[in-house]
């Protein structure tokens, strides 16, 4: 049994982050920071919009690369955390680490003289999806919220640390709907695969309905720059289903790239200028 002051605490504090949710149909959005780990991921994408490659973006011992342009009057900058060379594998960076670097030194970047500041991160990727959620291979979630399911530290508070769930800061269950996109909670560790534990913690603590491996950090470092996240999330692989995540994965990782790549531009139109489809006054 919890005392009774704890749960009143959460109470307020779950109040509190309901009012002071944003509302997207009233922002006015000049810059979006996409960050799209892998490379297959973000280039149908990266070329629909003809973005171009920014040199020097990054410091240049780095591996992560940048692209800007725009979308109508927003400035749109994709950055992906580029290839391998310290463990010289040159596969994809994927996961937590280099996904919070990356995010954190581009928006730093961004707020140098001459930059516009980003006022919006939409991080786009492919995910894992739960059956049991109504997840469907080439289903796009938009998420309402981020937590951890590998962090498992049982000492209080740290545990609650260790989890670090955060809900999102805008609501996106009308532009889900108007899009025709579903709403979920997006799960975050280390591993394509699972243990037992994960499972527990992925289903009873964070009641996740898509499992991927960097939205979690990159939500962490918009909190810390107190800006909004929303990741918009491609399943390539049902994570409670029959088949091995890497095997679904690989198969349907080119589909999902396109898939996405339908689905960011509607996102971002909906986001910049959410007069196109549905209007205001609607919402
Ligand atoms: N074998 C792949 C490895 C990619 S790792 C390769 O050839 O490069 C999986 C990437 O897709 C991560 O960036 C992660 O965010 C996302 N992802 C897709 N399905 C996932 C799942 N079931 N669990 C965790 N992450 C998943």
Redesign the pocket.
Known sequence: MRPLFLIAAQFFLQIASISSALVLETMTIKHVLVPI??E??AGPFVEHLDLKPIDDFFPSHTPFLAFSGSLGDAKVTVITMGKDVVYETG??N??TVP?SLATFLALEKMKGAGETPVDLVVNG?????FARKGGAIGDVFLTTGVANHDRRIGIPGFDTYGIGSLSSEIDPSAMAEALGYKTGIVT??N????TDTDDEYMKDKNDASV?????AAIAWVCKMNNLPYMGV?V?????DGNFP??E???EN?AS?AQSLQSALPKVLNYVCENKELGGSEEL
Do not use: Q, R, Y
């Open positions: 780990v892998m297959a991921e596969v994809d994927v996961g996904a990727g492919t995910c894992g999806g975050t560790g591993s394509l695969d699972k499992k991927d491996m960097e939205a999330k399943i390539t692989d049902i994570v995540s890497h679904e994965f690989m990782l999902a």
